[in-house]
């Protein structure tokens, strides 16, 4: 006996037989309505729950689960509004095992809700659509099992139509099991992305029922093909699909009259319960193209009919491009070459854990693509499907990823236990779901699988790119492979598009080996850092450069399979067929906290006698603990949203036309006067001289694969750090770095001030520690206390601190080297002005007012 079932078998893509017999010309229009508000929510099985949920029992209606049933008395549970994680609300734990981010997010978990349908849905089909739940999830309605999913990265369906109760009261149960040692990174737990109500008539496109391509594509005509799948619930029907297609503007909306019509398809005949597929072409004249620098979408408007009469209307956004690999030439979008300046981000969101929240998401894109990102690899699971309407809108494109592992595991209760029963669910189930993106590239079947290194293990990997294909030939298949053998074994062969992590000195020597194959680097550079954290003496050795619990900003420190961005830079430069890279990461991201997951017995590489006895205590503080810390360093922007020096090296490679120049480090070293203190330059010209309180220190020029200036001989003194760049010549950019005063107040800034008041939006508030100048004072670490007046809440703090354990829902938190965040969101329905106040002992506080805006 299980306490959930572990390969459940109804699935999306099942039909149940229709409760009553509705005409469909008297149904309501298509409606999807939000499904989020007002549940309830327990932690663990009530009494009498846990000893029925076995596979056997589960479908059998003989079986009431006490917990499912409709007159549970649930009024002691917790009321709160999806989505949620109960793992992000802690308590930090150190005796939690694993490189999890020392949270509880395993365990067992219900949700109940109780809902009214309206009479008039009396015949309609109603579904349950879950973006993602963690994980193996199981679900009844008004005490009746439907059905469920256990991967908790998948979007699923289940129909509730055979037990529910138009025109009266209803209650859907929803069981999760997230086992222990199930995951290599924080999970989350619980219905952590958006449930949505769907209502049909019986006649209604399926779910990712229409498929758009686009065959052809030039600057005077694009051939749009859509493939519309139709389903007839529980009577026989001779349909007919039209489509419209519109442009859409910025805000997603309808732009002018139809582009492109076509009245009605052949007709088809479908039977009760049963599909049928339309194929339309349409031409759409004088196309906008989707693109990275102007993402113009299309809307394709399909209107079902059966025996003429309307059935069902939906809207499928998408774009106008095309998209190849070159094994010469790299990434082509619309016929050019694109470098992708990728990086791979888990799916948390920081100090909001797992739960999805669009503007948390909006943000983390508008940091990166300020940084040069036009790319996103979604480790190592399908996204939510916000990430990808976001990156159509804004002009990302994505490496859509299915799985971390296959049949072999990396954790005892990973994916591997259902990957016999589930993979081929799953990767449909993603690809039908995420196939109309414009944004989405390539499909990648996964990420380092152990099958790398079996003999016959590229069999497995020909299997799932053939599903894959199957159900979109449009995009290539990839997977990311960090054994060097991978690139010669056969594994090549089997795959579109040749993905390698962490070997940017074997890309010459596969192109050579497999000229035909195009290249990438799927997952690069892996370069370990703190923000405002340096280390002394620096060192280009990797493996040093860590102290305290804390990795140096110096960007030169890496794990043994890693390199600092530099390498990766140069392998890229010498091999230009390579298509570009996807750094490991963009963000920090809780969990896998390396190098403070294993002895750590690179701390004791210092040579400093001062900074060996503290790293030598530290490593008798890290072998009584499994491990101090709740995050990575791995990120270019810290786990609260704040840039670390790499994300000016990136910039200045990925923005080459932006005047910019960053010094590092900063220069308030009181205890190293007199002491040689290494001064680095990122910046995208390509000559500059660096000036200490006047002096020049010496002009350098960069090499042909130098990717940063160095002066490794400066000698520390108190003052004014200066660099003057140039390019070609002509002065380009100029940064300085100063020695500043005390502490003397709080600076606090909004990344915005308007919001809407509709309970989801958030502002970002930065505090920073600054002296009387305004100067931000980079050492300090003062306690910042947080409150709030007016129509909102604060709904999380942070600092960047991959140690600090405090909750992130505390309103107080200590600033982390200047800086801290309080993530403030508004209330639904309830406008008016929000203010945010910062205080600190001994320090002049600081507010800022945002205006929530009611519609």
């Given at each position: 006996m299980t306490l959930l079932p572990r390969s459940l078998t109804t699935i999306a893509f099942g039909v149940a037989v229709l409760c009553g017999a509705a005409h469909a010309a008297d149904m309501p229009a298509r409606e999807r309505a939000s499904f989020?508000?007002?549940?309830?929510?327990?932690?663990?099985?009530?009494?009498?729950?846990?000893?029925?949920?076995?596979?056997?029992?589960?479908?059998?209606?003989?079986?009431?689960?006490?917990?499912?049933?409709?007159?549970?008395d649930d009024a002691a549970w917790r009321k709160l509004d999806l989505p949620h994680d109960w793992g992000?609300?802690?308590?930090?734990?150190?005796?939690?095992?694993?490189?999890?981010?020392?949270?509880?997010?395993?365990?067992?978990?219900?949700?109940?809700?109780?809902?009214?349908?309206?009479?008039?849905?009396?015949?309609?089909?109603?579904?349950?659509?879950?973006?993602?739940?963690?994980?193996?999830?199981?679900?009844?309605?008004?005490?009746?099992?439907?059905?469920?999913?256990?991967?908790?990265?998948?979007?699923?369906?289940?129909?509730?139509?055979?037990?529910?109760?138009?025109?009266?009261?209803?209650?859907?149960?929803?069981?999760?099991?997230?086992?222990?040692?199930?995951?290599?990174?924080?999970?989350?737990?619980?219905?952590?992305?958006?449930?949505?109500?769907?209502k049909t008539a019986p006649v209604h496109v399926a779910q990712y029922g229409t498929y758009v391509t686009t065959p052809q594509v030039s600057k005077d005509a694009a051939t749009v093909s859509i493939q519309t799948t139709v389903e007839s619930d529980g009577q026989a029907a001779q349909v007919q699909v039209a489509t419209e297609i519109y442009a859409l503007d910025a805000a997603g909306k309808r732009s002018g009259a139809p582009v492109a019509h076509q009245a009605a398809s052949a007709s088809a005949k479908v039977v009760a319960d049963r599909q049928a597929q339309l194929?339309?072409?349409?031409?759409?004249?004088?196309?906008?193209?989707?693109?990275?620098?102007?993402?113009?979408?299309?809307?394709?408007?399909?209107?079902?009919?059966?025996?003429?009469?309307?059935?069902?209307?939906?809207?499928?956004?998408?774009?106008?491009?095309?998209?190849?690999?070159?094994?010469?030439?790299?990434?082509?979008?619309?016929?050019?070459?694109?470098?992708?300046?990728?990086?791979?981000?888990?799916?948390d969101l920081g100090a909001l854990g797992t739960a999805i929240n669009v503007r948390a998401l909006e943000r983390q894109l508008e940091v990166l693509r300020e940084m040069g990102t036009n790319a996103i690899r979604t480790s190592h699971n399908p996204p939510a499907p916000e990430l990808l309407d976001l990156a159509d809108r804004m002009g990302f494109v994505v490496l859509d990823e299915a799985f971390d592992m296959w049949h072999e595991a990396k954790t005892p209760n990973d994916y591997h236990l259902s990957f016999d029963a589930w993979h081929e669910k799953d990767l449909r189930a993603q690809i039908r779901r995420d196939r109309n993106h414009p944004s989405v590239i390539a499909w990648s079947t996964g990420n380092e699988i152990p099958e790398q290194g079996r003999p016959e293990g590229w069999k497995l990997a020909a299997h799932l790119a053939e599903i894959a294909r199957g159900e979109d030939r449009t995009r290539p298949v990839t997977s990311?492979?960090?054994?060097?053998?991978?690139?010669?074994?056969?594994?090549?062969?089997?795959?579109?598009?040749?993905?390698?992590?962490?070997?940017?000195?074997?890309?010459?020597?596969?192109?050579?080996?497999?000229?035909?194959?195009?290249?990438?680097?799927?997952?690069?550079?892996?370069?370990?850092?703190?923000?405002?954290?340096?280390?002394?003496?620096?060192?280009?050795?990797?493996?040093?450069?860590?102290?305290?619990f804390?990795?140096?900003?110096?960007?030169?420190?890496?794990?043994?399979?890693?390199?600092?961005?530099?390498?990766?830079?140069?392998?890229?430069?010498?091999?230009?067929?390579?298509?570009?890279?996807?750094?490991?990461?963009?963000?920090?991201?809780?969990?896998?906290?390396?190098?403070?997951?294993?002895?750590?017995?690179?701390?004791?590489?210092?040579?400093?006698?001062?900074?060996?006895?503290?790293?030598?205590?530290?490593?008798?503080?890290?072998?009584?603990?499994?491990?101090?810390?709740?995050?990575?360093?791995?990120?270019?922007?810290?786990?609260?949203?704040?840039?670390?020096?790499?994300?000016?090296?990136?910039?200045?490679?990925?923005?080459?036309?932006?005047?910019?120049?960053?010094?590092?480090?900063?220069?308030?070293?009181?205890?190293?006067?007199?002491?040689?203190?290494?001064?680095?330059?990122?910046?995208?010209?390509?000559?500059?001289?660096?000036?200490?309180?006047?002096?020049?220190?010496?002009?350098?020029?960069?090499?042909?694969?130098?990717?940063?200036?160095?002066?490794?001989?400066?000698?520390?003194?108190?003052?004014?750090?200066?660099?003057?760049?140039?390019?070609?010549?002509?002065?380009?950019?100029?940064?300085t770095v100063a020695t500043t005063g005390q502490a003397a107040k709080l600076v606090v800034s909004a990344d915005r001030t308007k919001l809407t008041a509709d309970g989801h939006d958030l502002a970002f508030v930065t505090v920073a520690i600054a002296d009387k100048d305004g100067r931000q004072v980079p050492r300090s670490h003062d306690r910042i206390a947080f409150k709030l007046s007016g129509p909102g809440e604060i709904v999380a703090t942070d600092n960047g601190d991959a140690t600090n354990l405090e909750p992130f829902q505390s309103h107080e938190r200590n600033a982390y080297n200047g800086l801290a965040l309080a993530i403030v969101k508004t209330r639904a329905g309830e406008g008016g002005k929000v203010t945010l106040t910062a205080s600190a002992d001994g320090l002049e506080g600081a507010q800022v007012t945002l205006d929530s805006v009611a519609h």
């Amino acid at each position: 006996m299980t306490l959930l079932p572990r390969s459940l078998t109804t699935i999306a893509f099942g039909v149940a037989v229709l409760c009553g017999a509705a005409h469909a010309a008297d149904m309501p229009a298509r409606e999807r309505a939000s499904f989020d508000a007002d549940w309830r929510f327990a932690k663990g099985d009530p009494a009498g729950s846990a000893a029925q949920l076995d596979d056997a029992k589960l479908s059998d209606p003989a079986t009431a689960i006490p917990a499912a049933q409709p007159g549970f008395d649930d009024a002691a549970w917790r009321k709160l509004d999806l989505p949620h994680d109960w793992g992000i609300e802690g308590p930090f734990k150190q005796e939690y095992p694993g490189e999890t981010g020392k949270l509880p997010w395993w365990g067992v978990g219900w949700y109940r809700k109780h809902f009214t349908l309206p009479a008039a849905d009396a015949g309609r089909r109603l579904y349950l659509d879950i973006d993602g739940a963690m994980s193996h999830a199981a679900v009844w309605i008004n005490g009746h099992y439907v059905g469920g999913w256990p991967y908790g990265y998948a979007s699923w369906r289940v129909d509730l139509t055979p037990y529910a109760k138009p025109g009266g009261d209803n209650v859907v149960a929803i069981r999760l099991d997230n086992p222990p040692h199930s995951s290599r990174w924080y999970p989350g737990g619980g219905i952590y992305r958006n449930v949505w109500l769907v209502k049909t008539a019986p006649v209604h496109v399926a779910q990712y029922g229409t498929y758009v391509t686009t065959p052809q594509v030039s600057k005077d005509a694009a051939t749009v093909s859509i493939q519309t799948t139709v389903e007839s619930d529980g009577q026989a029907a001779q349909v007919q699909v039209a489509t419209e297609i519109y442009a859409l503007d910025a805000a997603g909306k309808r732009s002018g009259a139809p582009v492109a019509h076509q009245a009605a398809s052949a007709s088809a005949k479908v039977v009760a319960d049963r599909q049928a597929q339309l194929t339309q072409t349409l031409t759409v004249p004088k196309p906008h193209l989707w693109s990275i620098a102007s993402p113009q979408r299309y809307v394709a408007v399909t209107t079902v009919t059966d025996n003429g009469k309307v059935t069902d209307v939906v809207e499928t956004p998408f774009g106008i491009r095309t998209a190849t690999f070159d094994p010469a030439r790299g990434f082509l979008l619309n016929g050019q070459r694109v470098p992708l300046n990728g990086v791979c981000m888990h799916h948390d969101l920081g100090a909001l854990g797992t739960a999805i929240n669009v503007r948390a998401l909006e943000r983390q894109l508008e940091v990166l693509r300020e940084m040069g990102t036009n790319a996103i690899r979604t480790s190592h699971n399908p996204p939510a499907p916000e990430l990808l309407d976001l990156a159509d809108r804004m002009g990302f494109v994505v490496l859509d990823e299915a799985f971390d592992m296959w049949h072999e595991a990396k954790t005892p209760n990973d994916y591997h236990l259902s990957f016999d029963a589930w993979h081929e669910k799953d990767l449909r189930a993603q690809i039908r779901r995420d196939r109309n993106h414009p944004s989405v590239i390539a499909w990648s079947t996964g990420n380092e699988i152990p099958e790398q290194g079996r003999p016959e293990g590229w069999k497995l990997a020909a299997h799932l790119a053939e599903i894959a294909r199957g159900e979109d030939r449009t995009r290539p298949v990839t997977s990311a492979y960090n054994h060097t053998e991978s690139g010669y074994n056969g594994f090549q062969n089997v795959v579109d598009l040749f993905g390698y992590n962490y070997k940017p000195g074997e890309y010459g020597k596969v192109h050579a080996s497999a000229p035909y194959l195009p290249i990438f680097g799927s997952e690069t550079a892996s370069t370990i850092s703190s923000r405002g954290e340096y280390f002394f003496p620096v060192s280009d050795d990797k493996a040093k450069g860590a102290a305290n619990f804390q990795v140096s900003s110096y960007d030169l420190t890496a794990p043994p399979w890693a390199t600092s961005p530099d390498v990766e830079f140069k392998g890229q430069d010498d091999n230009p067929f390579v298509a570009g890279e996807f750094v490991w990461t963009g963000f920090d991201y809780l969990g896998e906290p390396t190098p403070y997951n294993d002895d750590a017995t690179n701390l004791l590489n210092f040579t400093d006698p001062a900074q060996q006895q503290r790293a030598a205590q530290e490593l008798a503080t890290l072998k009584k603990i499994a491990m101090p810390s709740r995050s990575s360093y791995f990120g270019i922007v810290d786990l609260a949203g704040f840039k670390k020096d790499r994300f000016y090296l990136y910039q200045a490679r990925w923005r080459p036309d932006l005047p910019m120049a960053h010094l590092l480090p900063h220069w308030n070293w009181p205890e190293r006067v007199r002491q040689v203190t290494p001064v680095h330059l990122y910046t995208s010209g390509d000559e500059a001289e660096l000036f200490l309180n006047g002096k020049s220190l010496g002009r350098k020029k960069r090499g042909p694969r130098d990717y940063r200036l160095r002066w490794d001989d400066v000698v520390y003194q108190p003052g004014t750090l200066k660099a003057v760049v140039y390019k070609h010549g002509k002065r380009w950019a100029e940064d300085t770095v100063a020695t500043t005063g005390q502490a003397a107040k709080l600076v606090v800034s909004a990344d915005r001030t308007k919001l809407t008041a509709d309970g989801h939006d958030l502002a970002f508030v930065t505090v920073a520690i600054a002296d009387k100048d305004g100067r931000q004072v980079p050492r300090s670490h003062d306690r910042i206390a947080f409150k709030l007046s007016g129509p909102g809440e604060i709904v999380a703090t942070d600092n960047g601190d991959a140690t600090n354990l405090e909750p992130f829902q505390s309103h107080e938190r200590n600033a982390y080297n200047g800086l801290a965040l309080a993530i403030v969101k508004t209330r639904a329905g309830e406008g008016g002005k929000v203010t945010l106040t910062a205080s600190a002992d001994g320090l002049e506080g600081a507010q800022v007012t945002l205006d929530s805006v009611a519609h």
